[in-house]
């Protein structure tokens, strides 16, 4: 079953912009994660923040995560046509043998 | 060095016939996934194996049958493909018995059956 959803859908954002994207999930999580996919290629592991954290960065990259509203967003900053890929959110279970992903956010970056 | 490969990178095929794709890492982790990943890009687990044994099956059809051999390989065999089938399989690695799920993804295996 689909654990995550992401919002919005498709994002399109001139070079430079920040983009902000959106997760929602629907259980009890230990960690959840991002994950980038260029096209035509397998998915590359962003961040990973843990259910007691709030905040996490990486370069420029800023995820937040509310488990009280099982939500969690993606920003990043000062957008390079580079960063054209699809963004996923995916939770884990406790175990950690079962990460479930959402359908993905579609971002263009336009140069 | 490529972390987590699989084979074949493209593969097409008429409806009814078996196949075979490979996935091997050499990451030193314990635990490969197989995901398969539709036409409109949502990504649904299928199996994942933990030092060699099968941990999760995902109400996948008997017709696909995973086989581990040892830790570092993961081979996805598929009985009489349907149409339905055709889809990117991507083979995963973790490592979780250090509790770090963060997951490697293989370059996928685009099936496409006729």
């Known amino acids: 079953s689909q654990q995550g959803e992401e919002d919005p859908q498709a994002l399109s954002i001139q070079e430079g912009e920040n983009a902000t994207m959106n997760c929602s999930y629907k259980?009890?999580?230990?960690?959840l994660q991002w994950y980038r996919q260029n096209s035509g290629r397998g998915l590359v592991h962003l961040i990973l923040?843990?259910?007691?954290?709030r905040e996490k960065h990486s370069g420029r990259l800023r995820v937040t995560l509310d488990t009280s509203k099982k939500s969690s967003s993606l920003l990043i900053t000062a957008s390079r046509a580079a960063d054209t890929a699809s963004y996923f959110c995916?939770?884990?279970?406790?175990?950690?043998?079962?990460?479930?992903f959402g359908a993905g956010t579609r971002l263009f970056v336009k140069a | 060095d490529t972390a987590v490969s699989q084979t074949p990178k493209y593969l097409v095929t008429q409806m009814g016939n078996d196949k075979s794709i490979k996935c091997e890492q050499n990451l030193g982790h314990d635990t490969m996934y197989w995901y398969k990943q539709d036409s409109k890009k949502f990504l649904k687990i299928m199996f994942s194996?933990?030092?060699?044994?099968?941990?999760i099956n995902e109400t996948v059809p008997n017709r696909f049958s995973p086989k581990s051999p040892d830790k570092a390989h993961l081979n996805l065999h598929i009985n009489s493909l349907e149409l339905g089938d055709s889809a990117v399989y991507f083979c995963?690695?973790?490592?979780?018995?250090?509790?770090?799920?963060?997951?490697?993804f293989g370059s996928g295996t685009q099936l496409s059956v006729l």
């Open positions: 194996y933990n030092n060699k044994e099968l941990i």
């Open positions: 923040i843990r259910s007691n954290e």
């Open positions: 259980t009890s999580i230990n960690n």
């Open positions: 995916a939770t884990s279970d406790t175990g950690g043998f079962k990460t479930i």
């Open positions: 995963a690695s973790s490592h979780t018995d250090r509790g770090n799920e963060k997951l490697f």
